[in-house]
């Protein structure tokens, strides 16, 4: 059962929150990194990335930078622009895109959940991906970016949130990329309590986004545990900041290809080639996104086409019978070459955030062939995490994105 608890976050004051509150690390490179922080310092981005205080001379992964990120955040603390609260509280964090809302619970965590399966995986991480989050949160000794949690619904916990929602929030604000984030504190012990128990109901939690920050987080508490072997497992360093949502709120959106060449083929020989395993439709010039599980778009040649996957390609299998899956091994593997989409620089990948233009437009500056997919169902990310199984690389994109910087943990030194 999914052990979570409250915690005296560290959150920006009122009226910082807006200017505080920023997107994950991991969306920007470091130019545009620091072209937000230069437009806005006090930008939780300024802390995360904290490369941006440097030259580029100075390397992105040099230990000063994570020294100054240490320096940023105290300093920030010490002049009044974060506040702790007094009591370890939860807060719901509720973000509201196209309006369509969903609203977490912000948590902390078990690490020892995490390590028994009590939260499930879905993606394998990779350790210099991990290492650079491990050397932040270490140096910092701060979990600054939540990671995002997702749960089978429960009626009760519904109802609990759904109650706490009538209160005014503590922030109300809308972003630049237009999301609306709203966020209220839950300091009362019976809420507190009942919310606690709710969860020690629940038989497994899932990282739906976030498995390098989650894998990061566990093993800076591993490590604290190493240098402090009298724990108790009641500090701070044995639990990761999260902010938990029920599974029919969620959004993943498609998470579509694009291709450089067609390996070697001429147009005819390619669309003779996908028939083997697809049906294909001609649709003309006006952009085709798939309607249902087993179709694809494809845009060649200025034109969008629907394939559909032919009954004997599919598959009941958690992982088998994934889109991504049938894609890449009946499409992208046989007949394009890409063996190993992970490494393959022919292909990219194309969040469902930035539409079917984007697609368009890469094919007609740098790819020949793109792909649109139907997005993959919270309930197929639950299917292959309950069967401990992986899904292909780049099989959702979930929107919106949670904020950094609205919630720190602290973790003891």
């Known amino acids: 059962m999914a052990q979570i608890r409250p915690f005296r976050a560290y959150r920006p004051c009122q009226g910082m929150e807006k200017?505080?509150?920023?997107?994950?690390?991991?969306v920007y490179n470091r130019e545009e990194a620091c072209e937000v922080v230069k437009k806005n310092p006090d930008s939780f981005l300024a802390v995360d990335r904290?490369?941006?205080?440097?030259?580029?001379?100075?390397?992105?992964?040099?230990?000063?930078?994570y020294e100054k990120a240490d320096q940023l955040l105290r300093e920030k603390i010490q002049e009044g622009k974060f506040v702790q609260d007094p009591t370890p509280c939860f807060y719901l964090y509720e973000l509201?895109?196209?309006?369509?809302?969903?609203?977490?619970?912000?948590?902390?965590?078990?690490?020892?959940?995490?390590?028994?399966n009590v939260i499930k995986k879905h993606e394998n991480t990779r350790a210099d991906k991990e290492e650079d989050r491990i050397r932040h949160v270490d140096t910092c000794s701060m979990q600054t970016g939540p990671i995002f949690l997702a749960y089978r619904v429960k009626e009760e916990l519904q109802n609990k949130i759904g109650e706490i929602k009538t209160q005014?929030?503590?922030?109300?604000?809308?972003?630049?990329?237009?999301?609306?984030?709203?966020?209220?504190?839950i300091s009362e012990a019976a809420d507190v309590a009942m919310i606690e128990e709710a969860f020690a109901k629940i038989p497994a939690i899932y990282i739906a986004d976030g498995h390098h920050r989650c894998a990061s987080a566990v093993k800076v508490g591993l490590k604290r545990r190493e240098q402090h072997p009298d724990y108790t497992g009641e500090e701070e360093f044995n639990y990761?900041?999260?902010?938990?949502f029920p599974d029919e709120e969620l959004q993943i959106l498609d998470y579509n290809r694009v291709v450089k060449d067609l390996n070697g083929l001429d147009v005819d020989a390619f669309l003779a080639a996908i028939e083997?395993?697809?049906?294909?439709?001609?649709k003309g010039r006006i952009p085709y996104?798939?309607?249902?599980?087993?179709?694809?778009?494809?845009?060649?040649?200025?034109e969008w086409y629907c394939l559909t996957a032919k009954k004997e390609i599919r598959s009941e299998d958690a992982v088998e019978g994934l889109d991504v899956s049938l894609l890449q091994n009946y499409l992208l593997n046989p007949v394009l070459g890409i063996e190993d989409p992970k490494t393959d620089k022919r292909i990219d990948f194309v969040g469902g955030i930035r539409g079917l233009a984007e697609l368009e437009r890469r094919v007609h500056t740098?790819?020949?062939?793109?792909?649109?997919?139907?997005?993959?169902?919270i309930g197929e990310l639950f299917a292959v995490a309950d069967a401990g199984r992986l899904m292909p690389p780049k099989s959702t994109w979930f929107e919106p994105k949670l904020r950094s910087g609205l919630f720190l943990h602290e973790i003891e030194r």
């Open 19 to 26: 200017r505080i509150a920023a997107l994950p690390y991991d």
């Open 96 to 116: 509201t895109m196209d309006g369509n809302s969903q609203t977490g619970v912000v948590a902390c965590a078990s690490i020892d959940d995490y390590r028994n």
């Open 289 to 302: 996104r798939p309607e249902k599980k087993g179709a694809f778009g494809m845009f060649l040649e200025d």
């Open 366 to 377: 740098d790819m020949k062939v793109a792909f649109s997919m139907y997005p993959t169902s």
């Open 240 to 244: 990761f900041l999260s902010v938990i």
């Open 168 to 185: 005014a929030p503590v922030y109300d604000f809308v972003s630049e990329d237009g999301i609306e984030h709203r966020v209220w504190v």
């Open 276 to 282: 083997d395993h697809f049906m294909i439709e001609k």
């Open 50 to 65: 904290a490369e941006t205080q440097f030259g580029e001379e100075v390397d992105t992964y040099a230990d000063c930078v």
